[in-house]
């Protein structure tokens, strides 16, 4: 009969999971050994626990089905929990398999021992579970698998003991079939039609899986027949968009060009979203965002069917007939000057985006012209930074290429949160998998600058030292030596024409490659110093000048 960790292996793989990304240690080795007893199981390599766990979501973004992880005790799960947090805020699936110690000889409180089921609460919170036994494992995996993949998706977390690994007598277990996902029952339908015939202001909030095709096209029905917006969640787990798809405007991340999105809404419709609050509390500024006579309806929660909740209320609305505004073909042209700006790499972008491309977006403040680029672009799927902890661009790019193979992969970051993860250049170049990676090294934390002048920090309290907190200017970091050092064909551009170029190459040329873009701060000076007082003022203006504003900062 095979062991435990064999018969875990067999159990993953029937259910469909067959990717593991790993960075395993010594409580781990059967497990290891088990992936010879199982090809069909691919296993993925990370130097850095938060690249296996940052890879495992982008995977399961792209794949819409589980990867497994393989951690190695509570110190590994910790170095992996900021990225399994941006997977538990995307709703996304994950099997989080973390090693420990064999089960006798926790008594004994060697080195690396310590809680991990109170460290994984707080990532999974729907599921943990130590497995006690050889002959229990198949079957705790078995569960883990439902609760990852059931709707709403979740981090499922199993403590695999290594006696509990390495015992004899494993048994696989079947898991079932995953259940149809409920649609919104009919009074909730009839509810928000009768909201959107009310005559006042009506807006879809969508999120999570409302933001493939399916739901977009039903929500651009129901916009095209009723006259409702379309808004989407900022960060979200994975949008489909560009030419021939419903245009969708995103919630702003600063909290005062969000309310300028929403002030005059009356109705704020939910579905598979939340009601939006701002990401951080400042002085004298509201947290929650919808305007104080808005009503809000939830459409569909996350355990629905979003697509399905979303055709109900067009039939609802007799608006399923209705033509649906889709996004024109088009590009910007081909930048031009010598300075290269983070503006200008963005407009590069959507002149060369491939089809089909998927974009990993954790390019922060460098990035605020890219969705205005790409909007005409050839139709291409969008994964964002879902949680705001840093870091997750290069290991999603990872998961991403992996799940689907034939599809090229922009992954955009920023000079600090790269560095988190930077690892994840060395398993990209190892997988030889088709991930453009682009760095903006502006040499600082330019969101903090931002968010230094917004929190209120009095201007004669921050000094030398309190700035250099927010300076990665000594030294600056030189990307494309580190790409090289692991081996991704890296670049450095200090000019627009040097950055088209190495783009039209990256493109067009398999494998991984690194562009390291030197541009400036995209607010910085006089336009840093003005942001609060604009933002400010934003409440207090005509609604047309605020749109405009808000346009202008971040379309």
């Known amino acids: 009969m095979p062991n435990g960790a064999q018969a875990l292996m067999k159990t993953l793989v029937d259910a469909g999971i067959d990717v593991c990304f790993t960075n395993p240690g010594t409580s781990e080795m059967h497990f290891v050994a088990a992936l010879d007893s199982e090809p069909k199981m691919r296993a993925v390599l990370a130097l850095f626990e938060g690249v296996a766990t940052g890879a495992a979501d982008g995977y399961a973004r792209m794949a819409d089905k589980p990867a497994a992880t393989l951690l190695h005790l509570g110190c590994g799960l910790g170095n992996g929990l900021a990225n399994l947090h941006n997977a538990r805020k995307g709703k996304v699936p994950v099997v989080n398999i973390v090693g420990d110690h064999a089960t006798y000889h926790t008594r004994f409180d060697a080195q690396l021992q310590s809680d991990i089921e109170t460290v994984a609460r707080n990532v999974s919170p729907g599921f943990v579970r130590t497995s006690q036994s050889t002959a229990a494992l198949s079957r705790d995996a078995a569960d883990a698998i439902v609760a990852a993949r ?52 009506v807006a879809l ?150 089809a089909n491309a998927i974009v990993v977006d954790e390019a922060i403040t460098s990035g605020l012209m890219l969705s205005k680029f790409t909007a005409g672009a050839p139709r291409h799927d969008l994964i964002t930074l879902t949680g705001g902890a840093i870091g997750q661009g290069l290991p999603s790019a990872v998961g991403a290429a992996i799940a689907c193979p034939d599809r090229p992969v922009l992954a955009l970051a920023g000079d600090g949160s790269s560095m988190y993860t930077v690892q994840a250049l060395w398993t990209m170049a190892r997988e030889k998998l088709n991930v453009t990676t682009v760095i903006f090294n502006n040499a600082a934390y330019a969101v903090l600058n931002i968010e230094l002048e917004r929190v209120g920090a009095e201007e004669s309290a921050v000094g030398a030292k309190a700035r250099s907190q927010l300076d990665l200017a000594g030294p600056v970091i030189h990307f494309a030596d580190l790409g090289r050092s692991m081996g991704v064909p890296s670049v450095r551009a200090h000019t627009t024409e040097e950055f088209v170029q190495a783009l039209e190459h990256a493109l067009t040329t398999p494998g991984p490659h690194l562009i390291e873009a030197m541009v400036p701060p995209s607010l910085s000076g006089l336009k840093l110093k003005m ?3 604009i933002l400010g003022s934003l409440d207090g203006l005509p609604q047309p000048v605020a749109r405009f504003l808000k346009r202008k900062i971040a379309p």
């Open 150 to 201: 059931g709707l709403p998706g979740q981090v499922a977390t199993l403590i695999l003991p290594a006696d509990v690994s390495w015992g004899e007598g494993g048994v696989p277990a079947v898991v079932p079939p995953m259940p149809q996902p409920p649609v919104a029952d009919d009074a909730t339908v009839q509810a928000v039609a009768q909201a959107v015939r009310s005559g006042g202001k």
């Open 205 to 354: 909030l969508l999120g999570g899986r409302a933001l493939r095709e399916p739901s977009l096209l039903a929500a651009a029905q129901i916009a095209a027949h009723s006259g409702v917006k379309l808004l989407a969640e900022t960060f979200p787990t994975r949008l489909e968009r560009g030419a021939g798809l419903p245009v969708v405007e995103r919630i702003a991340y600063l909290a005062e060009l969000a309310g300028v999105q929403l002030k005059d809404v009356d109705h704020l419709v939910l579905v598979d979203a939340k009601a939006p609050v701002s990401f951080f509390a400042y002085p004298d500024k509201k947290s929650y965002l919808v305007p104080d006579r808005c009503t809000v309806h939830a459409l569909s929660s996350p355990e629905q069917d979003a697509a399905g909740s979303l055709q109900k209320l067009a039939r609802a609305l007799g608006a399923d007939a209705a033509v649906p505004a889709l996004a024109p073909a088009s590009r910007p042209g081909r930048p031009r000057g010598r300075k290269l700006t983070s503006e200008k790499a963005c407009k590069a972008i959507g002149h060369l985006l491939p």
């Open 531 to 533: 942001l609060p007082k």
